[in-house]
């Protein structure tokens, strides 16, 4: 079965300028993670999605970030404006559940780089 | 709170030689541990989970773990190493609800395996 699509791999932009990241997750996999990693760390949790519900948002900077799963398949995770601290890696994972022994499969990831 | 720690920022193996990436992790309630792998320009990929049972776990490419609980450890061992597994290696815990629900992952351990 096909994978955790991400696009674009990779992404320049100019602060303030807003940019968007998208994933396509397993089909069939209701549950969808967005997750930020910075060079040389391990990944940390943005967003959650159950099905269309965003669940845990707790970690995600809301002042400038966004994200969304209209149809509870597709995501599209959003930074408007962009700061120089937000170049990092946005990483998507899926999940057939929430529950917690269900392994969490990861796209390739989309490095962003903010001049 | 949960956490998980990888002390050993790189290791270094001769190909052939015995492999260990060691973790240890903090959790409320029963543990689920997992161990991911990241090549360059790669997003994770699963090696290997533990969720109960016995106390070693076979993953992908000859990988398996040793779980540990009087010493909250989860150590990654790999018999004989191969150049080709010359990556970026995360430990990762998942607690209990109340805990959040959330994957924490460590700081990562780089591996490099020197023919």
């Known amino acids: 079965e096909a994978g955790v699509v991400q696009s674009p791999r990779y992404k320049i932009i100019e602060k303030k300028q807003p940019v968007a990241f998208w994933c396509n997750p397993i089909?069939?996999?209701?549950?969808l993670y967005w997750y930020l990693q910075n060079l040389g760390q391990g990944p940390e949790l943005l967003i959650r999605?159950?099905?269309?519900?965003?669940?845990?948002d707790s970690q995600l900077p809301k002042d400038r970030f966004s994200a969304e799963r209209l149809k509870g398949v597709d995501s599209t995770l959003k930074i408007q404006p962009a700061e120089l601290g937000d170049s990092a890696v946005y990483l998507c994972?899926?999940?057939?559940?929430?529950?917690?022994?269900?392994?969490?499969?990861f796209g390739p990831g989309t490095r962003l780089l903010v001049l | 709170a949960q956490s998980v720690a990888q002390p050993e920022d790189q290791v270094n193996v001769a190909e052939g030689n015995p492999l260990t990436v060691k973790c240890t992790y903090s959790?409320?309630?029963?543990?689920?541990l997992f161990w991911y792998v990241q090549y360059p320009n790669r997003g994770l990929q699963f090696l290997l989970k533990?969720?109960?049972?016995?106390?070693l776990v076979k993953g992908s490419y000859g990988f398996e773990a040793e779980f540990n609980k009087s010493q909250t450890s989860f150590h990654l061992k790999k018999p004989s190493a191969l150049v080709s597994d010359s990556a970026l290696y995360f430990c990762?815990?998942?607690?209990?609800?109340?805990?959040?629900?959330?994957?924490?992952f460590g700081g990562g351990t780089r591996v490099l395996v020197k023919p």
């Open positions: 994972a899926s999940t057939r559940t929430g529950e917690f022994g269900e392994t969490q499969y």
């Open positions: 089909s069939g996999h209701n549950t």
């Open positions: 999605y159950e099905n269309e519900e965003a669940v845990d």
């Open positions: 959790v409320s309630g029963n543990p689920y």
């Open positions: 533990y969720i109960t049972g016995d106390n």
């Open positions: 990762a815990v998942r607690g209990t609800k109340a805990a959040g629900n959330k994957l924490t």
